[in-house]
């Protein structure tokens, strides 16, 4: 009989190897699910995760969806190995988009770099407030942080409804829900010309780095890391632990908000209902898949925008629905936590005793 | 009927699927199983029971294709957090996760069609008790089943030995291990139970309540619940009382536009108020902490491996 | 009609060569023993020789890797422990499984096959209760009960099912020594009906007391079986531990100086809706001696520790002054930094965080000794000071980035020790400092906190075992329902009279002359 026996030590080459083996688990999931619709696996693959990426044009697209998703991850991952779970990661993105909508449309007349400037601050303010409202419930009142930030999500997306059908709707728009389109320096530069990569796919590499030396060199890293793997170590050695819920909740919310500046300023140019597509939650699972590490954030995130890609691909070119991206996304994420098992465990075949 | 029949039996309706998938979360937590995935279970339910609600014309096939849909991705949560001991919030999200997009997914081809509307059924005599009669007695039969599960679970857990297992391995699978309880077994059959009743909750939505498919129409009721078994303090009793709150405040924006009180108050402002209720419960409740600590099952959400 | 005495009257236990692996540690190998029916059977050796696992396989919880077990002369294999009990074998665990928040009844029925009658079994609780002197209320919930009761409900709940077998796993430890009188005289009852009890222990006195044979565990494997009252207690702790113990050298405190820690009326509720509230605890403790603080467990002693760590805080803040500063709301981190050093009774997820190196768990409480540069961790000096903390105090361990969870629980115990002797406390708290640690790694800790005490530091430990505090402290108190009773110095007082305290009666005297001029 197979049985599970614990490892001595937990194993860290498993540790690494285990989102790999997630990776192939869902590749294997992708090509059943494509048989099954009655589709050739193989065709498939290739539209999914090779035809995204086939040219340059494609890889900056690819770069630039995953911006948002390093941003978002990064700040997450910063909490959640605090154990503050921070889900709501998606009303905070849109509200960080709100608020530099509202910034870019009030300086609508404005030409310099201020205005930017301002977007970039009032997008992570946004955000921050957003996640300070669980940050607060949760330190004064004890209340579960995970159904408080899921909820203001929610809220978040009937706020921007009313707005692009109310205050920030386009005068002249034909009575759509959304704005109108910001002025040139309300956008963010692109980095070259013939692609729509911009700067913020720089602040998300300096937002790796950054999170990089908090988490594994800063005191304040290591305590929270301390609080996500032993609350009670953490409380005997006087760690704050409301700093903690504070210091995880903000910097998801702070890193959201930007990203949701990031689209408003940058791809859309404007403010719809949609300012975001799931990537609050998509960057829940790069933080997982990622083992919360940003080296492992910038990898993740590129996987998962490739699935991103490849969803609006299958739609176009194999008439199925674009969220066969999130059927893969929620493969990923229970495959991996499946097979973090072995890190700590190993499969051992034991006969029963005689 | 009038308009305080007509709320009364909007609220009822509305909190039905709570009720249901509430108390299934609660016996998967009195076993000390934090399922966070129950809104991706009720859409997978939805979906499972829109679907052959659709081809085969009838809806118990179809509420019990959600029953099936929803049990299934609990099995999945089970063998992750039970069997691989998985983490239990983060399997739980990439279970919702993967149930909203896996529905969605399923879901494209249906988006279009319509079910026939399914009339209530009426209990004689007591539908004619005035005001309440109706909105109580002439109902969807969901609705009274949803009554019986609650004397069911009531019963089954304070006056039945499984009950009393079930409560005990909650508090102390440890204990529960030593005098010779299967604690994975039975924790794997609450969790089943839990996902099963998420199903039916979400194949109540779109067979007998919208009647139709849309993306993302369980619209976080899956996540209301769990905070609504929070709210009740693990006991079956609230989750009704709770439920019907919540049924109230979610008609209540029909009800204030469709009065003319001659307020102009924008409907995202009211669609909101669902998950602004959530949260203040949420706050009344946590805010005494001694409240929650004594009624939450204390392994709850807690990986265990019994030693061999 | 058969008869029993057919044929050789057959032992009611033989295990036979049980052998049982864990991944990393082999638990028990090759041990076989007898046990004859009324007979009391001692299995003893340290922590971690084996004894609670052995037991375990007999009652079915665990699975033995080779090996025979007989039950009354048939070959079994106990599957579970609802198979155990139907065979007749009963245990009360050391750590019990009870169910905090069901009733006794409710307890009781959950081990008991098929679907007992609630008030039925009451009043055979009862019944069973009164026979044996085991006083219990059936319908109390077991939080509320103390651990002497809840370990009469463990008994009792094996009464019930006629067992011919009852397995006893460290009884005592959580028992003043007159409540251990009295399940000796239970015990004696059982045995003389005919029940083989087997007596769990590491205490030799007691084994000596009770028990008519003994069987001696060492590393998983028997080095020996003995008549308990033929041998003298060194020549058993020989067998148990390979060599004589140990015993530190202890001289009396020097000079006692400035008062370090001072309780004043400290009351506070339990965080805990299951805690004890602690009742106006007052204390002084100076430098350069040890007070010891015995009692029963569940008596206070953990809200004493968390209030005087400062991991919970009280709304006095005069209640606690730490080295001349009033602490009572101070954070732990700033308790430190006055000068006091805490080591906790939980060594892993505590005072040490499992999945952590042991570098990473120096810095958990090492920081503010020049550690941070600028709020970033210097990396150089911390593992530094951890290289010193292993060698200074023996930590076995394959170096400073291992985890905290791959050293053994008397290796880890030296560390965070270390840690914190390493820091130079004005003023160090210590928990249940030998708590499940071998006999060698205890005598150790025990002399390193004496000679810290004549470098001068002020040292306050709790302690469940009463032969600890007898050993090093210099003055002892009790801690009873929450309550702390007046120091004594070692020298006028002995283990008789910390016992009666330990069930809270040192003002009982004065209460009975009270009445006696009413």
Known sequence: MLRLERRPEASHLMSYASPLIAIGLMLVGGLLLFTLLGKNPLEGFKVFFINPISDWYGVSELLLKATPLMLIAVGLAVGFRANVWNIGAEGQLIVGGITASAVALYFQESEGVHVLILMVLAGGLGGMLWAAIPAFLKTRFNTNEILVSLMLVYVAQLLVSWLVHGPMMDPDGFNFPQSRMFEDSALLPLLSEGNRLNLAFIFALAALLVGYVFMYRSFTGFQMQVAGFAKNAARYAGFSAKRMVWIGLLSGGAMAGLAGMAEVAGPMGQITEHVSSNYGFAAIIVAFVARLNPVGIFFASLLMALLYLGGEQAQQYMNLPSSISNVFQGMLLLFLLGSDVFINYRLRWKEAVA | MDTLSAILFATIVAGTPLIIVALGQLIAEKSGVLNLGAEGMMAMGAIAGFAITHHSGSPWLGVLAGMAAGALMSFLFAIVVLTLMGNQVATGLALSILGVGLSAFIGKPYESEILPTIGPIRIPLLADIPIIGDPLFNQQALVYLSWL???????????????????????????????????????????????????VGGAFLSVFYTPLWVEGMVAGRGWIAIALVVFATWRPLRVIVGAYLFGGVMVAQLFVQGSGLGVNIPSQFLSALPYLATIIVLVIISRDQNTVRLNAPVSLGQPYRPEA | MTSATDGAPAFRLELEGITKIYPSVIANEDVSLKVEQGEIHAVLGENGAGKSTLMKMIYGVAKPDAGQMKWEGELVHVENPAHARSLGIGMVFQHFSLFETLNVVENVALALPGNPELAQLAAQITEVSNRYGLPVDPERLVHALSVGERQRVEIIRCLLQNPRLLIMDEPTSVLTPQAVRKLFDTLRQLAAEGCSILYISHKLD???????????????????????????????????????????????????????????????????????????????????????????????????????SGEELVSDPDSVVICGHPSGCDMPDRRRRNGMGFVPEERLGRGAVPRMSLTENALLTAHPADMLNHGMIRFDRISAFARNCIDDFNVKCGGEEHAANSLSGGNLQKFIMGREILLAPKLLVVAQPTWGVDVGAAAFIRQRLIDLRDEGTAILVISEELEELFEVSDRIAVIADGRLSPAKQLADTDIDEIGVWMSGMWDQPATAELDAHA
């Open chain 3, 206 to 308: 007691e084994i000596q007391e009770l028990c008519h044979v003994a069987t001696v565990l060492r590393d998983g494997k028997v080095t020996g079986d003995c008549i308990p009252s033929q041998e003298t207690p060194q020549s058993m702790a020989s067998l148990m531990i390979g060599k004589e113990l140990p015993v530190p050298e202890h001289d009396a405190p020097s000079e006692l100086r400035e008062v370090r820690l001072k309780l004043n009326r400290l009351s506070k509720p339990s965080e805990d809706p299951f805690g004890t509230e602690l009742r106006n605890i007052e204390f002084e403790l100076r430098s350069g001696e040890i007070l010891g603080i015995a009692g029963v467990s569940g008596n206070g002693q953990q809200e004493l520790l968390y209030a005087l």
């Open chain 2, 149 to 199: 599960l609650f004397a069911a679970i009531a019963w089954f857990l304070y006056r039945s030995r499984p009950g009393l297992v079930l409560r005990a391995l909650g508090e102390s699978p440890t204990s529960a291990h030593s005098i010779g309880y299967p604690v994975i077994r039975i924790r794997y059959l609450a969790t089943l139970f839990g996902g099963a009743m998420a199903g």
